[in-house]
């Protein structure tokens, strides 16, 4: 049976403001739901959302919350990506900054979050193999990566899992990804299971700060497109009683139990709606009506705009 993870960038980065007070709520509620599974990175934020997290997690036991971490990526103090860092050095240094920053003695799975194209993945798993024999880190992960770099890193040190998009308009995984992460037992944590909240059937456009602005299936000439095969899925969604977003993250469930949904709420009454998901049970009828619905391949338009979707061994 799947279990979700909860995905904190929201409450720090890219979708415009945030209320502090209601982001801690969240992650609380989130973990008295039974969702023991956060993810984050050190770059969110640039640092706040690990210090948010700290405030959320302060007086919980250790052991009864999992960290996954992502860095690598390296920012501009205005937000502009630099690209990413994977030296063996910089992996050790970034991890002592996370460690600090969250209040914690080790994080659960720490990964790069995208492959560093200088330096071989060999080297960056390799220092993480060594937080790991040094009780820093309990598992390594990979975010974003094709599969012969799966392959290349789990013969350094078992890969744990792979986060990477997964979506009913995201399904690049499908061809190669998934079929490797199955032979070799290693886990997906899917983000993005809403496409960014296009699949949630509550997002408007226009919200200042909001980096969806930049992305592709957001812009004029695909998003009505896109809305459209999310009217599809809402139409299936009334049919089964459940909302659009519910509908969305139960169908990245169904792909299989080694596979995570993250789900992105950044309040409690988004976490509240996305929660019965987990008990939603699709039969084949209904998966091949969703099928129908958002057909693979059918979104209109890039998940990243062109510079990042080039730093990305998998595509849509």
């Known amino acids: 049976m799947n279990t979700f ?68 990526a390296l920012r501009d103090p205005d937000g502009t990506m630099l690209g990413f860092d994977g030296r063996p050095a910089s992996v050790k240094n970034f991890l002592s900054h996370s460690l600090s920053r969250l209040g914690v003695e080790y994080v659960d799975v720490y990964r790069p979050a995208r ?4 330096v071989p993945i060999e080297d960056t798993v390799g220092a993480i193999r060594d937080l790991i024999d040094a009780g820093y880190v309990r598992s390594a992960g990979l975010s974003e990566v094709g599969a012969a770099t799966i392959r290349r890193a789990h013969a350094v040190t078992p890969i744990a899992d792979l986060q990477i998009e997964y979506s009913l308009l995201s399904r690049g995984a499908e061809a190669e990804v998934l079929p490797v992460l199955r032979e ?42 896109n809305l459209a095969l999310v009217d599809a899925l809402r ?28 789900i992105g709420a950044r309040t409690r009454e988004r976490l509240a709606e996305a929660l019965p998901a987990l008990e939603l049970e699709l039969s084949a009828d209904d998966l091949a009506a969703i099928e129908r619905a958002v057909p693979a391949g059918s979104a209109r338009g890039d998940r990243y705009p062109t510079p990042m979707m080039a730093q990305l061994a998998v595509g849509n």
Not at 7 to 35: C, F, K, N
Not at 115 to 118: G, H, I, K, M, R
Request: with cysteine; charged share 15%; glycine share 14%.
């Open 184 to 225: 070799l037992g290693i886990g997906l944590t899917a983000y993005g299971v809403l496409s960014r909240g296009l699949l949630s059937g509550h997002w408007r456009p226009g919200t200042a700060g909001d980096h969806r602005n930049l992305m592709p299936r957001f812009s004029a000439g695909n998003v009505a497109h």
């Open 115 to 118: 492959l560093d194209p200088a």
């Open 5 to 72: 993870g909860l995905g904190a960038m929201a409450m720090s980065d890219a979708y415009g403001t945030s209320d502090r007070a209601e982001s801690i709520a969240t992650v609380q509620a989130a973990l008295d739901a039974g969702i023991t599974f956060v993810d984050t990175a050190d770059f969110y934020g640039n640092g706040h959302n690990e210090l948010l997290l700290a405030s959320a997690l302060r007086g919980r036991p250790r052991d009864g919350y999992v960290l996954s971490v992502k860095f690598g």
């Open 235 to 262: 139409r299936v969604a009334d049919a089964k009683g459940c909302t659009t977003a519910q509908l969305a993250i139960a169908w990245v469930a169904a792909q299989g139990a080694d596979i995570v949904p993250l």
